[in-house]
């Protein structure tokens, strides 16, 4: 019966990883003497608490950086955007849309999961333990589906024919983003509505049966394997698969586009040539950056989603829990958590506007003192700014992929003939 309570109980899931682990790891008969040996730090029995083992150290110090760092980071970049006018455009609206979302599993989740793998039980009742289950596929679903709704908006920002940017231009792009943003949160919380209704505690006895802990589970035992696995197939293929696939087509078809328009671009003027080339840069770096923000999202969920299709898809999966398994599920956890902070570090090494607002909020009172609070370069070009200042928007001249028969229709002569000066007031600040 015990081997039948741990099997459907101690996957490796944010909501119930503590009483998992002791489970799968001090309670296996699976591991050998050496591997009890590693986990517990002092050779003894495979029935040694699970908050003695010295990868509870470990993971407790990586959930603690992660605590410090996520709080600080996304605090930061939501202040960041909020606090500066030329900061407020689609791509850093929808970053701090993430920082949201991100700093709710580090003020709520990691704290738990924390508490969990010190305690090797779920000591918050049946509430909270529903409650976290739902943020966490919350969160998860925010972060994924606002970087495919980032892909989207970089590839209309290159790909798109020219835009008029004007004062109902502005208004209509502002209520764009907000029903953009809602319907991420629709969506989010759509999915999160299983875990919500369907998860709950499961007693799990200790090998000697003195002890009881209490595993928060969004697998319930009473539901079956058929639906254990439907739901894991499901959130791989919700938060994982699908996305990143409709995020590799839009990158792909964006690649396309930059290529095929590189050679097309209209004759103009020499200085709106130069122009014409610093945005096209601008948003090829841009969207580098986004890509890197991906393959960092693919990096921290990858190996936990493989994990879980392991586990809930192989019938002898306890038998076969070594080491290297739960080696790999206390990596795969570790950076499933480190995806909600990593995004301000991103920001912050390459992108050198946020670097300096970032370092002019973290160093102010430095600054004061040195009096270079005036003289913050915002831009690439060659002029420097307060940052309380706006610059160039690089959406403010539509850099649009220019075929020929764009030209064809503007008569052969430069579609970009509006002066710089025109779009001041929509001038903001990109990553």
Known sequence: MLRLLLNNTAADHDQHHGASDHACGSFGDSLTDEDDDFLSGNGSNPGVPHGKEVTTYIVTSVFFTIF?????????????????????????????NMAVGDLLIVLISVPFAAVIYVTSTWPFGLMF?????????????????????????????IVTPFKLHNKRAARGCSTGIQVKIMTIWGI?????????????LEEIESQDNQTIYYACSPYPIALGHDYHISLVVG????????????????????????????????????SNQQQLQKQMKTRK??????????????????????????????????DHYNLGWHIFKLIS?????MNSCINPLTLYFLSKVFRRYFNRYLFRK????????????????????????????TDAFPLTAITPTDRRRSGGNSIYSTKPSSFSRFNTNYV
């Open 68 to 96: 410090i760092t996520g709080i600080c980071g996304n605090i930061l970049l939501i202040f960041t955007v909020v606090r500066n006018l030329s900061m407020r455009n689609p791509p850093n609206i929808f970053l701090a």
């Open 129 to 157: 333990c529903k409650f976290n289950a739902m943020l966490q596929d919350i969160s998860i679903g925010v972060s994924v589906f606002t970087l495919v709704m980032l892909s989207l908006d970089r590839y209309t920002a």
């Open 188 to 200: 989010a919380i759509f999915f999160s509505i299983p875990d919500a209704l369907n998860t709950t």
């Open 235 to 270: 959130k791989f293929l919700v938060y994982f698969v699908i996305p990143v696939f409709v995020i590799v087509l839009v990158y792909s078809l964006m690649a396309r586009q930059l290529i095929f328009s590189a050679d097309f671009l209209p004759s103009t003027a020499q």
């Open 285 to 318: 770096s841009l969207a580098k950056l986004f890509l890197i923000m991906v393959l960092l999202f693919v990096i921290c969920f990858l190996p936990k989603h493989i994990f879980l299709l392991w586990f809930y898809g192989d019938p002898d999966a306890m």
């Open 333 to 337: 956890h570790c950076l499933a958590y």
């Open 366 to 393: 430095c600054q004061r003192n040195s009096g270079n609070d005036h003289s913050w370069p915002l831009n690439n070009g060659n002029s420097q700014t307060r940052l309380s200042m706006p610059s160039l928007d």
